[in-house]
């Protein structure tokens, strides 16, 4: 999951976008709404927190100019405020949902799950391809009844593959949903850390869950030892 966070208050910044890399999401940061309107327009975002109050355009219009593109990215508003005319302006310029500051990481943490959970379909809190099972709310990964312990990174790499479990997942979309704007698309990250996955996950597995596609990117189904992967 990435997201792309608009907030100019440093002490802010900092305490989110860490707290947000330490539950594996991959996040942008922009102290204002056009650094905001362009870095959306780049990238194809999971998630958008906008602060209300930046100098410039506030956050009510970045929203607007957002939905008025057809840009359908969920977005949770920060507002400093718990007026009931906030909340309106909020929801009316196309925010999916609002929190008022001082807020809990972990209430935080549970808007951002709730939002991810809308978009096209209704997902499921777990995610299971044979005996693999993800826990989406306490990022917890076992297989056959046994927990697998992953870091941050390997964990947001292994969701990426389940949530598009039968389909291949290229490189360049691995990198856009799963690293931040600070990675290096020449390197060969993806690679070292689906080799590291696989060790954990496939590892003594007679059935093989994560595969390579040359030259196309990387799918997560059951395979058999010695079928084609
Ligand atoms: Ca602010």
């Known amino acids: 999951m990435r997201i792309l966070l608009v907030e100019d208050e440093p002490r802010m910044v900092q305490v989110i976008a860490k707290g947000l890399r330490e539950h ?3 996040v942008d940061v922009v102290g204002d709404g056009d650094a905001a309107l362009y870095q959306a327009a780049v990238n194809d975002y999971d998630l958008i927190i906008l602060d209300v109050m930046l100098s410039g355009r506030d956050g009510f219009e970045v929203c607007r100019e957002l939905r008025a593109r057809g840009d359908a990215t969920p977005v949770l508003m920060l507002t400093a405020r718990a007026t009931v005319d906030d909340r309106i302006a909020g929801l009316d310029s196309g925010a ?5 500051k001082p807020f809990s990481f972990r209430e935080l943490l549970a ?3 709730a939002l991810s959970r809308r978009g096209n379909e209704v997902r499921p809190d777990q995610i299971q391809v044979e005996d693999l099972i993800i826990d989406l709310a306490g990022q917890k990964v076992f297989r056959a009844g046994r927990q ?3 870091t941050a990174k390997e964990y947001s790499l292994l969701e990426h593959l ?5 389909q291949v997942v290229s490189r360049a979309e691995i990198a856009e949903h799963v690293w931040d704007q600070s990675f290096d698309p020449f390197s060969n990250t993806i690679e070292v850390f689906v080799n590291r996955l696989r ?12 595969h390579t596609r040359r030259g196309q990117g990387y799918i997560l189904e059951p395979h058999s030892d010695g079928s084609p992967s």
């Open 111 to 113: 808007r951002l799950r």
């Open 96 to 100: 999916d949902d609002y929190l008022t």
């Open 199 to 210: 060790k954990k996950v496939d590892d003594q597995r007679a059935v093989k869950l994560i």
């Open 148 to 150: 697998i312990e992953l």
């Open 162 to 166: 389940a949530r598009h479990a039968g």
């Open 24 to 26: 594996a999401y991959a």
